[in-house]
Protein backbone atom coordinates (compact mmCIF):
# COMPACT_ATOMS: atom_id res chain seq x y z
CA UNK A 1 0.00 0.00 0.00
CA UNK A 2 1.21 3.45 -0.81
CA UNK A 3 1.25 5.74 1.78
CA UNK A 4 0.75 9.90 0.11
CA UNK A 5 1.51 12.67 1.98
CA UNK A 6 -0.78 14.94 4.42
CA UNK A 7 -3.44 16.43 1.97
CA UNK A 8 -6.29 18.55 2.88
CA UNK A 9 -8.43 16.60 1.47
CA UNK A 10 -10.56 14.27 3.18
CA UNK A 11 -11.34 11.40 0.94
CA UNK A 12 -14.40 8.92 1.79
CA UNK A 13 -12.81 6.03 4.51
CA UNK A 14 -12.90 5.88 8.57
CA UNK A 15 -15.81 6.76 10.28
CA UNK A 16 -16.05 8.45 14.10
CA UNK A 17 -15.13 5.92 16.64
CA UNK A 18 -17.19 5.80 19.41
CA UNK A 19 -15.59 6.20 22.61
CA UNK A 20 -13.67 3.22 23.86
CA UNK A 21 -14.03 1.62 27.30
CA UNK A 22 -11.40 2.53 29.55
CA UNK A 23 -11.28 -1.04 30.98
CA UNK A 24 -11.27 -2.92 28.35
CA UNK A 25 -8.64 -1.32 26.25
CA UNK A 26 -5.11 -0.62 26.31
CA UNK A 27 -4.13 2.99 24.87
CA UNK A 28 -1.67 3.71 22.40
CA UNK A 29 -1.15 7.19 21.53
CA UNK A 30 1.35 9.61 19.15
CA UNK A 31 2.23 12.70 20.53
CA UNK A 32 2.68 15.29 18.36
CA UNK A 33 -0.54 16.00 15.99
CA UNK A 34 -2.39 13.73 18.02
CA UNK A 35 -1.89 14.71 22.41
CA UNK A 36 -0.16 17.82 21.42
CA UNK A 37 0.33 20.41 18.74
CA UNK A 38 2.26 20.70 15.60
CA UNK A 39 5.10 23.35 15.92
CA UNK A 40 7.38 25.07 13.81
CA UNK A 41 10.09 23.12 15.33
CA UNK A 42 10.19 20.07 18.13
CA UNK A 43 11.32 22.07 20.89
CA UNK A 44 8.13 24.74 21.13
CA UNK A 45 5.94 21.87 22.81
CA UNK A 46 6.14 21.77 26.14
CA UNK A 47 3.77 20.76 29.60
CA UNK A 48 0.28 21.86 28.88
CA UNK A 49 -2.03 22.40 32.06
CA UNK A 50 -4.86 20.69 29.69
CA UNK A 51 -3.07 17.78 28.26
CA UNK A 52 -1.07 17.06 32.28
CA UNK A 53 -5.09 16.83 33.73
CA UNK A 54 -6.24 14.37 30.76
CA UNK A 55 -3.33 12.12 31.26
CA UNK A 56 -3.94 11.66 35.02
CA UNK A 57 -7.22 10.76 34.77
CA UNK A 58 -6.35 7.98 31.84
CA UNK A 59 -3.37 6.67 33.54
CA UNK A 60 -6.08 5.94 36.69
CA UNK A 61 -9.11 4.41 34.43
CA UNK A 62 -6.82 2.60 32.19
CA UNK A 63 -4.70 1.01 35.00
CA UNK A 64 -1.76 1.94 33.91
CA UNK A 65 -2.47 0.56 30.66
CA UNK A 66 -1.15 3.64 28.27
CA UNK A 67 2.08 4.10 25.95
CA UNK A 68 2.72 7.15 24.20
CA UNK A 69 4.97 5.94 21.21
CA UNK A 70 6.25 8.79 19.36
CA UNK A 71 9.32 9.85 17.10
CA UNK A 72 10.65 11.95 20.34
CA UNK A 73 13.38 10.83 22.58
CA UNK A 74 12.88 9.59 26.16
CA UNK A 75 14.16 12.36 27.28
CA UNK A 76 12.23 14.97 25.38
CA UNK A 77 9.06 12.90 25.88
CA UNK A 78 9.26 12.98 29.76
CA UNK A 79 10.06 16.71 29.26
CA UNK A 80 6.61 17.27 27.35
CA UNK A 81 4.56 14.73 29.31
CA UNK A 82 5.75 16.20 33.04
CA UNK A 83 6.70 12.32 33.32
CA UNK A 84 3.18 11.67 33.46
CA UNK A 85 3.37 8.50 31.19
CA UNK A 86 5.58 5.56 31.98
CA UNK A 87 5.60 3.28 29.28
CA UNK A 88 7.48 5.00 26.36
CA UNK A 89 8.25 3.93 23.14
CA UNK A 90 10.54 6.42 21.83
CA UNK A 91 12.43 7.49 18.42
CA UNK A 92 9.63 5.20 16.48
CA UNK A 93 9.85 2.27 18.82
CA UNK A 94 13.88 1.71 18.74
CA UNK A 95 14.12 2.80 22.33
CA UNK A 96 10.90 1.60 24.79
CA UNK A 97 10.45 1.97 28.31
CA UNK A 98 8.14 -0.45 29.68
CA UNK A 99 5.72 0.03 32.16
CA UNK A 100 7.96 -1.29 34.98
CA UNK A 101 10.75 1.21 33.68
CA UNK A 102 13.15 -0.94 32.08
CA UNK A 103 14.74 0.65 28.71
CA UNK A 104 15.33 -1.30 25.84
CA UNK A 105 17.14 -0.19 22.99
CA UNK A 106 17.60 -1.26 19.45
CA UNK A 107 20.90 -2.59 18.05
CA UNK A 108 22.78 -1.01 14.71
CA UNK A 109 23.57 2.67 16.36
CA UNK A 110 27.33 2.61 15.49
CA UNK A 111 26.59 4.25 11.92
CA UNK A 112 24.50 7.03 13.06
CA UNK A 113 27.65 9.58 13.64
CA UNK A 114 28.69 9.47 10.40
CA UNK A 115 25.12 9.98 9.16
CA UNK A 116 25.12 12.98 11.36
CA UNK A 117 27.74 14.51 9.83
CA UNK A 118 26.62 14.28 6.13
CA UNK A 119 23.29 15.85 7.58
CA UNK A 120 24.83 18.39 9.04
CA UNK A 121 27.03 19.07 6.36
CA UNK A 122 24.11 19.69 4.20
CA UNK A 123 22.32 21.76 6.44
CA UNK A 124 24.74 23.67 7.21
CA UNK A 125 24.31 27.16 5.13
CA UNK A 126 20.76 27.27 5.88
CA UNK A 127 19.20 28.25 9.14
CA UNK A 128 15.67 27.53 8.71
CA UNK A 129 16.59 24.05 7.98
CA UNK A 130 16.92 21.77 11.58
CA UNK A 131 19.29 18.77 12.17
CA UNK A 132 17.94 16.69 15.42
CA UNK A 133 20.21 14.18 16.55
CA UNK A 134 18.48 11.91 18.65
CA UNK A 135 20.70 9.18 19.34
CA UNK A 136 19.75 6.46 17.51
CA UNK A 137 17.96 8.54 14.91
CA UNK A 138 18.42 11.34 13.38
CA UNK A 139 15.98 14.11 11.93
CA UNK A 140 16.04 16.52 9.55
CA UNK A 141 13.07 18.89 9.55
CA UNK A 142 12.27 21.78 6.74
CA UNK A 143 9.00 23.04 7.60
CA UNK A 144 10.64 26.34 8.21
CA UNK A 145 11.75 25.50 4.19
CA UNK A 146 9.17 23.35 2.66
CA UNK A 147 10.82 23.95 -0.86
CA UNK A 148 13.74 22.07 0.47
CA UNK A 149 11.81 19.22 0.80
CA UNK A 150 12.81 17.15 -2.55
CA UNK A 151 16.41 17.85 -1.76
CA UNK A 152 15.79 17.02 1.78
CA UNK A 153 14.62 13.58 0.61
CA UNK A 154 17.14 13.10 -2.20
CA UNK A 155 20.25 13.90 0.64
CA UNK A 156 18.79 10.49 3.09
CA UNK A 157 18.03 8.20 0.46
CA UNK A 158 21.60 9.06 -0.56
CA UNK A 159 23.09 8.45 3.06
CA UNK A 160 20.85 5.63 3.78
CA UNK A 161 21.86 3.38 0.97
CA UNK A 162 25.31 3.97 1.39
CA UNK A 163 25.16 3.55 5.00
CA UNK A 164 22.16 1.26 5.26
CA UNK A 165 20.11 2.85 7.28
CA UNK A 166 16.40 3.30 6.96
CA UNK A 167 14.86 5.94 5.40
CA UNK A 168 11.56 7.20 7.32
CA UNK A 169 9.09 10.51 5.86
CA UNK A 170 7.11 12.53 8.59
CA UNK A 171 5.59 15.93 8.54
CA UNK A 172 7.74 18.30 7.04
CA UNK A 173 10.78 16.21 8.20
CA UNK A 174 12.63 13.05 7.02
CA UNK A 175 14.48 10.68 9.17
CA UNK A 176 17.15 8.48 9.11
CA UNK A 177 17.37 5.62 11.38
CA UNK A 178 18.99 2.04 11.80
CA UNK A 179 17.19 -0.71 10.66
CA UNK A 180 14.72 -1.89 13.49
CA UNK A 181 11.57 -1.63 15.41
CA UNK A 182 8.98 0.28 14.30
CA UNK A 183 5.85 2.14 15.93
CA UNK A 184 4.07 -1.37 15.45
CA UNK A 185 7.10 -3.28 16.94
CA UNK A 186 6.70 -1.06 19.86
CA UNK A 187 2.99 -2.42 20.13
CA UNK A 188 3.01 -5.61 19.74
CA UNK A 189 6.08 -5.55 22.52
CA UNK A 190 3.72 -3.59 24.94
CA UNK A 191 1.00 -5.85 24.44
CA UNK A 192 3.25 -8.82 25.16
CA UNK A 193 3.87 -7.61 28.88
CA UNK A 194 1.55 -6.49 31.71
CA UNK A 195 -0.44 -4.02 32.18
CA UNK A 196 -0.83 -3.96 28.41
CA UNK A 197 -1.78 -8.23 27.44
CA UNK A 198 -5.18 -9.49 27.92
CA UNK A 199 -6.60 -6.20 26.17
CA UNK A 200 -7.74 -4.26 23.46
CA UNK A 201 -5.11 -2.41 21.78
CA UNK A 202 -6.25 0.97 20.23
CA UNK A 203 -3.30 2.97 18.43
CA UNK A 204 -4.35 6.68 17.84
CA UNK A 205 -2.03 8.76 15.42
CA UNK A 206 -1.67 11.12 12.79
CA UNK A 207 1.59 10.75 11.09
CA UNK A 208 2.89 8.56 8.38
CA UNK A 209 4.71 6.84 10.85
CA UNK A 210 1.54 5.93 12.81
CA UNK A 211 0.04 3.70 10.02
CA UNK A 212 2.74 0.84 11.43
CA UNK A 213 1.18 1.29 14.95
CA UNK A 214 -2.09 1.55 13.64
CA UNK A 215 -1.71 -2.00 11.78
CA UNK A 216 -0.20 -3.75 14.90
CA UNK A 217 -3.62 -2.29 16.66
CA UNK A 218 -5.86 -4.29 14.64
CA UNK A 219 -3.60 -7.54 13.65
CA UNK A 220 -3.40 -7.50 17.47
CA UNK A 221 -7.54 -7.25 17.77
CA UNK A 222 -8.29 -3.87 18.27
CA UNK A 223 -8.22 -0.47 15.81
CA UNK A 224 -6.50 2.43 14.72
CA UNK A 225 -7.78 6.04 14.58
CA UNK A 226 -5.95 8.54 12.52
CA UNK A 227 -6.49 11.91 13.99
CA UNK A 228 -6.57 14.65 10.66
CA UNK A 229 -6.56 14.71 7.11
CA UNK A 230 -3.94 12.66 6.07
CA UNK A 231 -5.74 9.92 3.96
CA UNK A 232 -5.20 7.06 2.94
CA UNK A 233 -4.51 5.59 5.89
CA UNK A 234 -5.39 1.52 7.29
CA UNK A 235 -6.83 2.96 10.55
CA UNK A 236 -10.14 2.01 11.53
CA UNK A 237 -11.41 4.91 12.43
CA UNK A 238 -11.27 8.72 12.13
CA UNK A 239 -10.98 12.24 14.38
CA UNK A 240 -10.78 15.19 12.41
CA UNK A 241 -8.30 17.58 14.87
CA UNK A 242 -6.35 17.36 17.74
CA UNK A 243 -8.73 18.95 19.76
CA UNK A 244 -11.33 16.41 18.53
CA UNK A 245 -9.01 13.27 20.15
CA UNK A 246 -8.48 14.96 23.50
CA UNK A 247 -12.75 15.33 23.54
CA UNK A 248 -12.84 11.93 22.34
CA UNK A 249 -10.76 10.66 25.41
CA UNK A 250 -12.40 13.00 28.03
CA UNK A 251 -15.79 11.40 26.52
CA UNK A 252 -14.31 7.83 27.42
CA UNK A 253 -13.62 8.99 30.79
CA UNK A 254 -17.25 9.60 31.65
CA UNK A 255 -17.74 5.82 32.24
CA UNK A 256 -15.67 5.43 34.84
CA UNK A 257 -16.62 8.51 37.09
Given at each position: ?257
Amino acid sequence: MTITARSSRIEPGPSLPEPPRPGRISLFADLDGTLAPLEITPDRVGPDPARRRLLDELEVALDGRMAVVSGRTLEDLDRVLEGRVRALGAVHGLIRRTADGRVIEARGLERMGEALEAVRAFAKDDRLLLVENKGAAIALHYRRRPAAAAACLALAREVGARLDLAVQEGDMVVELRPRGPDKGAAVAAFMSEPPFAGFKPVFIGDDLTDEDGFRAAQQLGGYGVIVGPRRPTVARYALPSIAAARAWLQEALKAVR
